[in-house]
């Protein structure tokens, strides 16, 4: 009787330290995601790194002594997953479409005329817009079961994409819980990209560690992203910002009226939105508000490559429906390349696998959208003559297509016409052989072929390349 009565002490003792433990750990979970809320979203921390790291520690304690009371959302398992074998399909039960394109006020005023023959004398006096800056990352759905982060998923083909739940898990800006006033199953949309502070830091530290630099925000965010180990994905800083959500779930509260109003829920789900969101009554007003966002562009934290405009009356999108496989409710006003200002220090000539002869010009290292730009294409003997470019000239860059970079002008001053000009050689750089003009194509050639070394190695490296023989582990350094 008395080891019967011992027994039943321990275990209300073991009950109540599973209640203690049990509810420490939610008040430190809690305590934790909003301090990591006011951090990452609102740069307004409350309680120093050493505190945070503390509590963090005394959660991770808890949590190894009581494994069966982790709770999905805590924060620590945003980092150390297992790698996932590989990436396997998310299917959207909601397609992820395209946007059309504009290119200026008049595409945008087309856009209005268009919704406007479509809705006829249904057509309000003002169409209310809602004009977000269209952020340069990477499409991604986000779902949430029970108000918990229960999986994630690139765009793909609209239909189908690559589940990345694992990396999504280490986004420290992205709730991994929903507050009880959230449907219980919702679906959020949004982008996956870097702020470009936390990319130039991350590039150092892979310099310093001899690492190679990456290129640019967007290819890294979409390389991190697809990682099938998370422990890449957690020492790079992506963020996630939210736009929309995929439709509202059925027996949910009241869904919201407008765009707007779905922005303000999202934020107060816990997601981060962007603060440059607009609402516009109009169409000049819309225009406005694409034109100040293109002006604002340069001085941004992170890369845009347009504006996009929505209808802001959910009831209106209803109407308005889909054509093949965009909105008519939504369009995507794209910008052109920024363009900076830096010097030309000099023209090397590269040879090409086809004995094609490129100009490149060597300039003093300038940034331009988001990357430090030291080399930019001048294409071919034509453009040279086109830009009349002289050594020292200051010139204009920029990157075509938001990728490559380019001379885009020559900004003449007084001194140009005394500058020397750019011209091409004759003779190859490489091998010597007098150089021929491609009565074909704008093309300046060596016909030297296999005595090339240029023309060799190039015709080496295309025949191992993915394009061609498809070689496994043979790379450019082999």
Known sequence: MMQLFEYAQQQKKQEEATQLAQGRMDQLVTDLIRHNRLYHEQDAPEISDYAYDRLYRELEDLERAWPDLQRPDSPTRRVGSAPVAELTPFVHDVPMLSLQNAFGADELREFEAKIRRFLGADAPADIEYMVEPKLDGLAMEVVYEGRRFARGGTRGD??????????????????????????????????????????????????????????????????????????????????????????????????????????????????????????????????????????????????????????????????LGFVTRSPRWAIA?????????????????????????????????????????????????????????????????????????????????????????????????????????????????????????SQVRGAILHFGSRLCMYIDGLGEQR
């Open 333 to 453: 006003n794209k910008y052109p390349p920024p363009r900076v200002r830096t010097v030309l220090d000099g023209v090397i000539f590269q040879v090409g696998r086809t004995g094609t002869i490129t100009p490149v010009a060597c300039l003093r290292p300038v940034r331009v959208g988001g990357v430090t730009v030291s080399r930019a294409t001048l294409h071919n003997q034509e453009e040279l003559a086109r830009l009349d470019l002289r050594m020292g000239d200051t010139v204009g860059v920029e990157r075509s297509g938001d990728v490559i970079p380019k001379v885009a002008e020559v900004i003449k001053d007084e001194d140009h016409a005394a500058r020397p000009h750019v011209r091409f050689p004759a003779n190859c750089p490489d091998c010597g052989a007098p150089l021929e003009n491609d009565p074909l194509e704008v093309a300046i050639r060596c016909p030297n072929g296999l005595g090339c070394p």
């Open 158 to 319: 609209g239909a189908v994409g690559e589940d990345v739940s694992h990396n999504l898990r280490t986004i420290q800006n992205l709730p991994m819980s929903l507050p009880p006033d959230a449907p219980d199953r919702f679906t959020v949309r949004g982008e996956v990209l870097f702020e470009l502070a936390g990319f130039e830091e991350m590039n150092a530290r892979r310099e310093a560690a001899g690492e190679r630099r990456f290129e640019n925000p967007r290819n890294a965010a979409a390389g991190t992203i697809r990682q099938l180990d998370p422990r890449a994905a957690q020492d790079r800083p992506l963020r996630f910002f939210s736009h929309s959500a995929a439709g509202w779930p059925e027996g949910a509260a009241a869904p919201p009226a407008t765009q707007a109003e779905w922005l303000d829920r999202f934020k107060a789900y816990g997601f981060t939105t962007n603060p440059l969101n607009r609402r516009c009554c109009g169409l000049e007003e819309m225009i406005a508000a694409v034109e100040d966002l293109q002006r604002l562009r340069p001085t941004l934290p992170y890369e845009i490559d347009g504006a996009v405009v929505k209808v802001n009356d959910l009831a209106l999108q209803e109407r």
